[in-house]
Structure formats: structure tokens, C-alpha cells
């Protein structure tokens, strides 16, 4: 089934509007598709979903979604003016229900609250040193006398615990609403061990994500562990050498470098893994991993397409979101190009189609615009907001190997 909806800001392939166009959508077993007709020069143009509708952030949800990028910070970002830098680092990020964004940045935790990012600019808003300092060490205490070694990974949980896999630390810690920070699991020592809270091991946990039961499944050198909130530690997948292999338990082979997972999930999960060159799923039921879309090692490009169809230049970052009470899936957006000139780019789960949002294979920047007039140099992290509309994503005000990080908007 089918419905016209007048079109009044449509861009084209060369980013101008377009007047006097009739825009057709359907969704048909999870699939969505726009056909615009009449193009730019009164030609007619189709794009499905394989193509992707330039800026669509999630054409089966989201209706006005441009795939547009606002940075909201800049380099040397200080609270007060005078004060110290917000973001001296930064590699992971997550949104609690309310809209807050939390940063894992490396030695602290920051919360820059909704309203903060609803301004224009971040000069002179309001921003929340969650837990740690400056300083490096391991303390669990609250706010600002705790330390962390290298915060590298964070996730929100349904009731607003923040979890945070502390990578040179070998430790997951959570903390409180009010700031108090506690060991989840670890004993600090770096190896490899199930056991409960302090008799597990880890070896440099990167990446965290948590369902909707308040189980943490976390990143660790190839590895997919799982910890229960009573802190007991199993593995799912993954054998701790890189790989690629679909299969169950230790038998697959992972080169993950990102994992996301429906907050709201309670049983049967999906754990959805970024690799270098594929989107994966990891059944965290049965411990099957299976590639969705991309390909393994030399199989590199920015191919859009359906499943083995499309190619990723490595990703780096991956977040997803599920309307709740929905039939499907959900979508994913993953940052790709870990080496260069990275985007934006988005999975329909249901369809395995990959697609575009914002950002351009051909050159890196900082340069704010919709689709791929805007440029990224470096994305280590990406959140989605609760309802599925907005991305944050960490990017760098310089192009790697110097990483000066910022704070962009993608709607």
C-alpha cells in the first residue's frame, strides 16, 4: 500500500531543494522506500531503500529525518571560560531516558543534561563531571573522588545506572544517578576469567551495552562477555584472537569494535556487533554469531546495498534503536571509515539494507551540512536519543592522528 505526501524540503543528489515534488513511502514487511518523482532537471528519479534516501536517519520511524549534522562544541571547550577542558578525550557515549549524554573520557564521566544540548552552542551551558577527575588511579567512591584509568566505553541502563568498562583498569564499574561508583566485576588484573565480581578477568575491556534486565555485555579482546547484576561473568562468543567467522560460542571468530543492544529488551536479546568490514548479530540465548550485512577481511568499500552486497571501510562505532511494543527489529547506524574519511550509516535490520546518513567517502572535515555535503574527520562513538531521532557522535576537530574531540548533532 501506498500514500503521496506533499514534498516541500527533499534534497537532490547535488543538496538543493527541489520544487514541485510528490513523494510516495509504503512499508511493506519492515521495508521502507520513497520513490520522488519529478527531478531536478524534470527527470524522474527513484530511490529505494537500497539506495537510501539522502539524510533519512530511519525512513521506517522517522518522518522530517535529514541526515543534517550541527557541531555543538568546538576544540578547547571549557566550563567556565577559564576552567578545565570538558572533553580532553573521549571514546564512547550513551543517552539515558531523559536525553542526558554521558562520555566516557578516559580518567572521568561527564553528563551534558538535554537542555544543555538543546542550545545552539555549548560555550556557556551547563555540564556535569559525573564521577573521576583529571587524574588517573582506581577508586571507587562518588563524583569527582573517584578515579578511573581509562574509561573507554558507557551504557545506560533502564533505571539510569551508568556502566562504564574502565580499560586499563580490567574492571567494569557502575555508577549512580548520584554519582556513586562501585566495581562491578574484575579484579583488575588483566587475563582472562569467568567467576563472580572480583574473581573475574578481563583484558582491556573497550566497549559496554545493557538490556533491559540490567545485563551487561561488554567488548573484551574478541571476546562477548556477559555479567549478570548480581556481577557474575560468563562468555558468550568469541575466543579472544581476531577473526571473523560465524558460528557458536568459542567457535566464532570476532574483530568487534563496537556492540549495541535493545534497552528495552528482557528475553531472547540480540547483541548487534560492529566488525571491521560487517554488521553482526549475536544471539545472546545460544551464543550464535551471524554476519548481517558486509563482508570479512579484503572486503572493504562504501557500497550501499542488501546484506553481502554492501561493504564497509571499518567501522568504529555502533548504536541502534527499537520503537518499544514494535514487531521489528529496529535499526542500526554504525560509523564507518576508521581510517578515513568516515560517515554515517544506517541498517534496517528486518531488510539487511544498508544505507547512508550523513558524512562524505571522499574527503575528511569538520564541516557541518545535510548528507554528504557534511564531513567528519574521526568517529570513535555513537548514541541515539530514546525516540530514535537524534545521533550524537563524537568527532575530533582535527583529522587523526590528532584527536581533539568534539561534540556533533545528526537529525
Not at 303 to 311: D, E, I, Y
Amino acid at each position: 500500500m501506498s500514500t503521496p505526501e506533499t514534498n516541500v524540503g527533499m534534497n537532490d543528489d547535488q543538496g538543493t531543494v527541489a520544487a514541485s515534488r510528490t513523494r510516495w513511502k509504503w512499508v511493506a514487511a519492515g521495508v521502507a522506500a520513497v520513490v520522488v518523482v519529478g527531478g531536478a532537471l524534470g527527470t524522474s528519479a527513484v530511490r529505494s531503500s537500497n539506495e537510501g534516501v539522502a539524510g533519512s536517519l530511519q525512513a521506517t520511524t522517522i518522518e522530517g529525518g535529514r541526515g543534517e549534522v550541527k557541531t555543538l562544541t568546538l576544540e578547547g571547550w571549557r566550563i567556565p571560560a577559564n576552567g578545565p577542558l570538558v572533553l580532553d578525550s573521549a571514546e564512547g557515549s550513551a543517552v539515558d531516558a531523559a536525553g542526558n549524554l554521558y562520555i566516557a573520557a578516559g580518567t572521568r564521566v561527564q553528563k551534558i543534561t538535554a537542555a544543555t544540548l538543546g542550545n545552539t552552542t555549548l560555550a556557556t551551558a551547563a555540564n556535569t563531571t559525573l564521577a573521576g577527575t583529571l587524574s588517573s588511579g582506581y577508586v571507587d567512591a562518588t563524583g569527582t573522588a573517584a578515579r578511573f584509568k581509562g574509561a573507554q566505553g558507557v551504557a545506560v541502563g533502564k533505571d539510569g545506572t551508568v556502566y562504564v568498562a574502565d580499560a586499563f583498569d580490567n574492571r567494569i564499574r557502575k555508577i549512580t544517578a548520584a554519582g556513586v561508583v562501585t566495581t562491578l566485576a574484575g579484579s583488575g588484573v588483566a587475563g582472562f576469567a569467568d567467576g563472580s565480581g572480583t574473581a573475574a578477568k578481563f583484558n582491556a575491556p573497550t566497549k559496554i551495552a545493557v538490556d533491559g534486565s540490567g545485563i551487561v555485555y561488554v567488548l573484551d579482546k574478541s571476546r562477548i562477555r556477559k555479567i549478570t547484576p548480581a556481577g557474575v561473568v560468563t562468555t558468550l562468543a568469541g575466543n579472544g584472537s581476531r577473526g571473523f567467522a560465524d558460528g557458536i560460542g568459542s567457535a566464532a571468530g570476532l574483530d568487534t569494535r563496537g556492540i549495541a543492544i535493545d534497552r528495552n529488551c528482557t528475553s531472547a536479546c540480540v547483541l548487534y556487533l560492529a566488525d571491521y568490514f560487517a554488521i553482526r548479530s549475536l544471539d545472546t540465548t545460544t551464543g550464535q554469531v551471524t554476519t548481517l550485512a558486509g563482508n570479512n577481511y579484503g572486503g572493504s568499500g562504501t557500497a550501499n546495498g542488501v546484506g553481502n552486497t554492501a561493504f564497509f571501510n571499518q567501522l568504529s562505532a555502533i548504536t541502534m534503536h527499537k520503537d518499544p511494543g514494535s514487531v521489528g527489529p529496529g535499526v542500526v547506524w554504525v560509523a564507518d571509515g576508521r581510517n578515513g574519511n568516515p560517515v554515517i550509516r544506517q541498517f534496517d535490520i528486518a531488510s539487511r539494507t544498508v544505507t547512508s546518513v550523513a558524512g562524505n567517502t571522499a574527503s575528511t572535515g569538520l564541516v557541518d551540512g545535510i548528507g554528504s555535503a557534511a564531513k567528519f574527520n574521526v568517529l570513535p562513538g555513537i548514541s541515539v536519543t530514546m525516540d530514535g531521532k537524534t545521533l550524537y557522535a563524537i568527532d575530533s576537530a582535527q583529522p587523526s592522528p590528532y584527536f581533539r574531540p568534539v561534540i556533533r548533532k545528526v537529525t
